[in-house]
């Protein structure tokens, strides 16, 4: 697997690009001082920009009672509306940012985050693959704390397939699956898979040779595709049977669904599949920016970590050995679920075959002409 390390994304994080976040959106939220260390809670609230889900009260019901504040969620979906809702927000609108780790360089670039204490951070306890993960420093600079992953895959009705028929994303072309595949309408992981099918093993750092046969890729796929959904109607179109199929979203969905019942689930082809993060940092202009590095400290600890798995509805894997071990301990039905057994097989080995990629902004092309490119795949 080919490794980046920090190299940056020259097209992918242009300033033009931080500015449009993939859509029209204001001048970048900039503040006039860097606040070198953190001041005291404002209001009593802790205003997070964030996925969906993340005001829950198990997920973050401890920290408001211990603080004794209350945890205001701004939500998103999607990398773009991120970027636009903190780029055209004014500067101490949000004290955390929860971002997908690939924007993170785009929040670093559009200057809407701060650095951070690494020494503020349980990364003793993390994996040592996630102790310096690689999009969320500069150097020896931090600037993201990394608490949640999973990998997208090849999403699929356990009732019309069997993961030895979803050995390849060839799937998606066969005849029997004609008006049965779904898209999460997200450009960046359902093409990155499409990549990974194309046989690129560095499916977001192609040149434009590989580009360009990508795009017929997604071309000749339209046909087959029942729509491209929103967040909440990816969840409807797989519970109710609408789609059978959908690449680039993995057990973040699936996991739950199963649980009520719905049989779907997850399966990584042979080609590979893709990891997303999510990962929190201080928003510059923080009006509670003591408050958001105990937040981000606390979703760190074993028992955050904990929370972070088991978040209701999306639940999945954590970046925290020590979090690992105690939902082992505390929740040894969830860990088997989430395959984070210590004692078995679990998701951690995906990784080490080299099975797994890091979602990244593309390398070689902007991200608008990846938009374009799924835009084009929509019209057709």
Not at 180 to 202: A, E, H, I, Q, T
């Amino acid at each position: 697997m080919k490794n980046h390390g920090n190299k940056s994304n020259r097209k992918g994080i242009a300033r033009r690009d931080v500015l449009k976040g993939g859509a029209a959106v204001a001048a970048a939220a900039t503040t006039s001082m860097f606040l070198p260390r953190y001041g005291s809670a404002q209001d009593g609230v802790l205003n997070l920009l964030a996925w969906p889900g993340w005001g829950h009260p198990d997920t973050v019901g401890p920290f408001e009672a211990k603080h004794g504040v209350k945890v205001q969620v701004k939500e998103y979906a999607g990398g773009e509306p991120m970027l636009a809702l903190a780029n055209s927000s004014p500067p101490g609108t949000f004290d955390v940012i929860l971002t997908d780790a690939e924007y993170v360089q785009m929040l670093r670039a559009g200057d809407l985050i701060v650095e951070l204490d690494p020494n503020d951070y349980p990364f003793e306890d993390y994996w040592p693959n996630y102790q310096r993960f690689p999009l969320h420093w500069d150097g020896d600079t931090l600037y993201s704390v990394m608490v949640r992953f999973g990998y997208l895959g090849l999403s699929y009705n356990m009732e019309q397939y069997t993961p030895k028929q979803l050995t390849s994303y060839s799937a998606l072309w066969e005849e029997g699956a004609a008006g049965k595949v779904g898209f999460f309408d997200w450009y960046l992981p359902s093409m990155g898979c499409l990549s990974l099918y194309n046989g690129n093993k560095s499916p977001f750092d192609i040149d434009e040779e590989a580009f360009g046969k990508l795009r017929e890729t997604m071309n000749s796929l339209a046909p087959q595709v029942a729509g491209y959904y929103s967040y909440a109607n990816t969840y409807s179109s797989l519970a109710n049977g609408q789609v059978w199929l959908i690449p680039g979203i993995g057990e973040w969905l699936t996991l739950g669904l199963r649980k009520d019942g719905v049989p779907v689930n997850t399966h990584i082809p042979d080609e590979g599949g893709i990891q997303w993060t999510e990962s929190f940092s201080i928003a510059r202009g923080a009006q509670s920016p003591e408050l958001a590095n105990e937040f981000i400290k606390w979703m760190a600890s074993p028992e955050g970590q904990v929370r972070c798995a088991l978040r209701p509805g999306n639940e999945t894997g954590i970046a925290s050995k020590k979090g690992w071990e105690k939902l082992n301990a505390d929740h040894p039905v969830e860990a088997e679920w989430l395959r984070m057994r210590l004692d078995k097989r679990n998701m951690m080995d995906e990784w080490n075959e080299g099975k797994i990629v890091i979602r990244r902004l593309p390398f070689q092309q902007t991200i608008e002409d990846w938009t374009q490119a799924w835009a084009e795949m929509k019209s057709v």
